[in-house]
DNA sequence: TAGTGGTCTAGACCACGGG
DNA sequence: CCGTGGTCTAGACCACTAC
C-alpha cells in the first residue's frame, strides 16, 4: 500500500477564515449589536487581504443575518432592538392579515434547578440553576399565547419578575441589552395537543381543545443554545405561517 | 417647485438582468430540471459580460435553490429527482430520531371544479376545471398523514389513480417527469385541529384527536402557484421541524 | 465633498472530476 | 490532461448617506 495524503481540514479559503476571525470579534463583544463594524477597506488592511476577500465574508454573514449592510452607512451588528426585527422568530400571524401586536402578561419568574431534559437541551448539568418564566400573549383582548421559558441561571443572574414586567419590547431585546446575548439562529419543533386544565384556564379554551404545541431552542454565537421556550398556541384565529426553498 | 426626477425602476445591476434571463431559459425549459447549463464562460460570451458577473447571477440562483453547482462538473438545474431532494419540502420527522420512509396509497383521483377557495389560491376562475387527489402516508405501518391536493386540470390533463398508484416516488418528482412542472417554493399555514369523523377513521386515531393541519401552496418558476395541499399529521410520534435564522 | 457599500472587469491561480 | 467551478487580487466606477 503506498502512502496516503490525509489532509485533516482539507483547504480552507482565506475568506472562511476571515469570517471565523469577525465571528469571534463579535461573540468576544468587540462590537456590539446595533453598531457599525470597520469599513471593507479597513477590515482589508486589518486582516492584509484584498477588499474582495473580505465582502464575500462579509456577504455570508450578513446572510446568516449576523451582519446587516446597508449603502452609503457601514455594516451593522444585527440586533433584535430594531423595529423591523422585534418579531423576527415570530411565525404566528392572524388569519384576517391583520397586523398582530401582542400584549405580554408575565405570570413567574423563579429560580429553580434543572431537569434532565431541560440540562440536556441547553447543555448544562441536572440539577445546575435555571430561570423559569411564564407568560401569556394577548391579541385584542383574547389569550393567544401561553409560553414557558427556562434560561441557563449563570448567564441571567437577577433576572426576575420585576426587571420583565418593567421591560416593554421584546424578550430577545432584553436578553441583548441586559444580558449581552444575542439570539442568532432557533430551532422549533412543532406538535397538536389537546389543551388540559391548566391551559385551558391561560388560554380560555375548553378542555381538550387542539392547541398549537412549538419547542424552541435558541442559541447565541458558538451555536450556544442559552433558551428553551415551550409556547402553546391558540390557533383558532391565527396560524403559524412557513416558508419553504 | 423644481423638476423632479422620478426614475420608474431606480436603477438595475447587469447581474439582476442576467439572473432575469437564465430564469426566462428555466422557465421556458431550455435546461431540464437535472441538465447541466452551460458554463460560467459561455453564459459570459453569450450575454458579453465578464465571468464575474454571470458568477454572481448564478450565485443568487443556487442560495434560491434553483440552480446547482458542482466544482469540477457544471451548473445543474435543480430537481425534486435527486435523492437528497426527495423530501425537500417535507418537514415532519420521527420524535425518535429514526429514519423517514413514508408508504403512500392512494384513495382518489377525480376531476372537480375549482371552488372559491381553490381558484382563488391557484389564481383560477371559480368552476375551472381541477383534479383532486387524497392519500394516505403510513410510517411502520402506522398511518401518519392524510393529504388532500388540488392541481389545475389544465396543466396535469390526464392525470388519475392508474398513473399515481404505477409511479415510485415523490410526487414532485412525478410532476416533474411527465407534467414539466418542477416546483421551486412553498408557503405553508399551520394549525391544530381536532379529528373528525372522516380524519379519525383515515389516521385511526379517536374522534377529536388533536391533528397538525398543514395547508401547502406550491409555486413553479415565475411564482405561479399550480398545486394546493391540505395535509393532516397525527403527532403523537412525530414532529414538525422548522429552523428560524 | 468625502466615505461607505455596490457593481463590474480582467486576469492569475487553485481544487475537483473525468477522460 | 483539460474543463469546470472556486478563490483572490487590483482597480475603476457607480449609488447612497451625511456633513
Redesign the interface.
Known amino acids: 500500500m503506498s502512502e496516503v495524503n490525509l489532509p485533516i481540514a482539507s483547504f480552507s479559503p482565506l475568506y472562511e477564515q476571515i469570517k471565523a476571525m469577525i465571528l469571534a470579534s463579535l461573540q468576544a463583544g468587540e462590537w456590539l449589536p446595533g453598531e457599525v463594524i470597520p469599513s471593507e477597506m479597513e477590515l482589508a488592511a486589518r486582516y492584509a487581504v484584498s477588499q474582495g476577500t473580505v465582502r464575500k465574508a462579509i456577504d455570508e454573514l450578513a446572510?446568516?443575518?449576523l451582519l446587516v449592510r446597508r449603502q452609503g452607512k457601514g455594516t451593522f451588528v444585527a440586533t433584535h432592538q430594531e423595529d423591523d426585527w422585534q418579531y423576527?422568530?415570530l411565525?404566528l400571524a392572524p388569519d384576517s392579515g391583520e397586523k398582530f401586536h401582542l400584549i405580554s402578561q408575565f405570570l413567574a419568574c423563579e429560580q429553580t434547578k434543572a431537569t434532565d431534559y431541560v440540562a440536556n437541551l441547553l447543555k448544562l448539568k441536572a440539577g445546575d440553576p435555571v430561570i423559569y418564566i411564564d407568560r401569556v400573549q394577548t391579541f385584542a383582548g383574547q389569550p393567544v399565547v401561553f409560553e414557558e421559558i427556562w434560561l441557563p441561571g449563570s448567564r441571567f443572574k437577577g433576572l426576575d419578575l420585576n426587571t420583565l414586567n418593567d421591560w416593554h419590547g421584546p424578550v430577545y431585546a432584553l436578553y441583548e441589552s441586559q444580558y449581552a446575548t444575542h439570539m442568532v439562529?432557533?430551532?422549533?419543533?412543532?406538535?397538536?395537543?389537546?389543551a388540559d386544565e391548566g391551559l385551558a384556564n391561560h388560554l380560555q379554551v375548553i378542555i381538550?381543545?387542539?392547541?398549537?404545541?412549538v419547542e424552541?431552542v435558541a442559541f447565541t454565537y458558538g451555536n450556544k443554545p442559552v433558551e428553551i421556550r415551550h409556547a402553546r398556541?391558540d390557533?383558532?384565529e391565527q396560524?403559524?405561517?412557513?416558508?419553504?426553498?
Do not use: D, M
Not at 439562529?185 to 389537546?194: D, G, L, P, T
Not at 381538550?208 to 404545541?213: E, F, I, V, W
Not at 396560524?239 to 426553498?245: G, Q
Open positions: 446572510a446568516q443575518n423576527r422568530f411565525r439562529r432557533a430551532e422549533e419543533k412543532i406538535k397538536a395537543v389537546s381538550g381543545a387542539p392547541l398549537l404545541s424552541r398556541y390557533t383558532s396560524h403559524y405561517e412557513n416558508r419553504l426553498n
